[in-house]
């Protein structure tokens, strides 16, 4: 019987997914260009983790994949938005470990005669098959579509005979979260002693939560006070209680993840906090800021972002540093969560 939430962590299969421990730099040129006060910044390369041309659903597929093989599944159905990074790296990841693997996309089918860019292009080369779904009467969100796609998808791979394991956006769930709560680990033994303590500030995209939800837990089991701020890539407004849907999403998938931990620990609405500065007018609508952020880091540090996720996370970080709410004293560090492809899609 586990009472430690690190045996209890360790205990939990996985698979060798990710390449890792991905590199962490230090980003000093960016920071001699921003001034004298600009904290020390960090870059965590998750965008390296090798599955895809690289993402931070590596990580939690390493924990997703392993438990549809405790569950003695051979099917693996998940979802997303057209261009998905998630949805392609769980196709290359079902693929290599013998899975049969289905995805649920949000849009129209494309024409036969279009070009394919994009993770699009990466699904034909996979050969995935995808249901595109839309909203039909009676659904407002394309959550709706997606969730009803997968369950007839479900339902089909079922009257075949499979087993299926069902994966949602971004691989969200409490055990997907676990890859992010083992990456806190593996960030505290890369840096030097000492400088875990400055470490003010982790800054990251957060779309559909899981990331962000073990981070948290992650940092908790560490005893680390970090803030994680998560920068919202979906502008989804408040309720009247002033409290969004996205963010009550991820209260409760954070205490899933540290219940699953063992960690007798309430989350709070003002433990997850969300950056909606930079989301721009729509889910996968680049903004100016994150333009003039993927142009900062890529001509100081030779770093890609990608329009969707990254660059407005980083133009969160960016916004942050030149408000003076850190000191030169201080250490930011920004997740990037990847999202290559995207660089090369329509939008």
């Keep these: 019987m586990f009472t430690n939430p690190d045996d209890i962590l360790d205990a939990i299969p996985r698979l060798p997914i990710a390449l890792l421990p991905t590199p962490l730099q230090e980003l000093e040129r960016l920071r001699t260009l921003l001034g ?39 099917t693996v159905i998940t979802c997303g938005a057209a ?19 289905r995805c649920v996309l949000y849009g129209a089918s494309p024409s036969p005669v279009a070009a394919k860019t ?4 990466l699904h034909d ?25 997968m369950l007839e998808e479900a339902g089909i ?5 499979r087993s299926v394991y069902r994966i949602p956006t971004g691989g969200s769930t409490a055990v997907g979260a676990l890859g992010y709560v083992r990456a806190v680990q593996e960030l505290r033994a890369q840096l030097a002693a000492g400088d875990a303590e400055r470490v003010r500030a982790f800054y990251f995209a957060s779309g559909s939560g899981g990331t962000h939800a073990g981070l948290v837990a992650g940092a908790w089991m560490a005893n680390w006070p970090v803030r994680c701020v998560g920068a919202e890539v979906d502008p989804i407004p408040p ?28 989350v709070d609405y003002d433990d997850i906090e969300l950056d909606s500065a930079y989301t721009g007018p729509a889910y996968g609508a680049e903004t100016e800021e994150g ?32 408000s003076g709410a850190y000191s030169r004293d201080d250490t930011m560090l920004f997740w990037h969560t990847g999202g290559a492809a995207g660089i090369f899609a329509g939008h």
Aim: proline share 4%; hydrophobic share 40%.
């Design 36 to 74: 004298p006060q600009c904290p020390r910044l960090f870059i965590k390369r998750d965008d390296l983790t090798g599955l895809a041309l690289g993402g931070n659903k590596s990580r939690k597929l390493e924990y997703l994949l392993a438990d549809a093989k405790r569950l003695g599944a051979d």
């Design 83 to 101: 261009q998905s990074n998630h949805a392609l790296q769980t196709a290359a990841a079902a693929r290599k470990f013998g899975f049969d693997v």
């Design 118 to 121: 994009g993770n699009v292009l």
């Design 125 to 149: 080369l996979l050969d995935t098959p995808i249901r595109w779904v839309r909203m039909q009467e009676g659904e407002t969100r394309r959550e709706q579509a997606l969730r009803r796609g």
């Design 157 to 161: 791979a079922m009257g075949e005979g």
């Design 239 to 266: 309720g009247p209680d002033g409290i969004s849907p996205f963010q009550r999403a991820i209260v409760t998938l954070t205490q899933e993840t540290a219940a699953l931990l063992g960690m007798n620990r309430q």
């Design 291 to 322: 333009r003039d952020a993927t142009r900062l880091l890529f001509r100081t540090e030779g770093i890609l972002l990608d329009p969707v996720y990254t660059a407005k996370a980083f133009a969160a970080m960016l916004g942050a540093v030149r």
